[in-house]
């Protein structure tokens, strides 16, 4: 079983990024793969908005969207990281969400049994950045809410997460929980 995460930051190593490492380092030591994915690292444009995905075999943005999406779709479970930017997730993740369209139009479900959201701010809009990525886990998903786990928290320069012990525990927690949820029986692939 894999868990894929996908990172909004640009910054590598910045707080999102430690957190999402923090979840996926509980994930590995439970024994299950891990992958995670920096958006920014990537050529991820926006959605084109021409409507007409439906008919067409792949997305006209020659970009790095298409294989992202494929793990994306692949995983047994997903978690979305990002910071706040301006009261809500950053350009990156935007676009990547935006780009879920393809799959969207097409009826094509994700596979992800569970899901986890971190985001981070320096001060405000947490709340609304936490509520986007629900919404959108749910909404590609079909997951109820108690199968989607958020943890979001402060942190504002650089690496700060890194003396919040309460939020890396937090982050922790949240990776162990995903492990519980793919491997209880409710949950569980019929073999
Ligand atoms: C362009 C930009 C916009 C930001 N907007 C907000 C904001 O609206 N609210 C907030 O609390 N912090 C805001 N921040 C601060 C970041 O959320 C904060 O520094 C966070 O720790 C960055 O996470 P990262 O290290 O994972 O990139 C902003 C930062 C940048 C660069």
């Not at 909004?8 to 190593?13: A, L, M, T, W």
């Not at 985001?119 to 590609?140: C, H, W």
């Not at 927690?173 to 793919?182: K, S, T, Y």
Request: aromatic share 6%; charged share 25%.
């Amino acid at each position: 079983m894999k868990i894929t995460a996908i990172v909004g930051s640009p910054r590598s190593n910045g707080n999102t990024s430690l957190l999402v490492d923090e979840a996926l380092k509980e994930v590995a030591g439970r024994g299950l793969e891990t992958e995670k994915i920096m958006l920014g690292e990537y050529q991820v444009g926006p959605c084109l908005g021409h409507e007409n995905c439906p008919s067409l075999s792949e997305c006209l943005q020659k970009d790095d969207v298409p294989w992202i999406l494929e793990k994306f779709r692949e995983a047994d479970g997903i978690i979305l990281g990002s910071p706040v930017y301006y009261y809500t997730i950053t350009a990156q993740m935007k676009a990547f969400i935006d780009r879920n369209y393809f799959l969207y139009t097409h009826g094509i479900p994700l596979k992800a049994r569970c899901a986890g959201t971190i985001a981070v701010a320096g001060g405000a809009g947490l709340e609304r950045t936490d509520r986007d990525l629900r919404r959108f886990a749910r909404m590609m998903t079909s997951l109820p809410e108690e199968k989607v786990v958020s943890v979001s928290g402060y942190a504002s320069k650089h690496g700060d997460v890194k003396s919040n012990t309460s939020l890396l525990e937090e982050a922790r927690a949240l990776g162990a929980r995903i492990v519980e949820m793919l491997t209880s029986p409710d949950t569980a692939p019929i073999p």
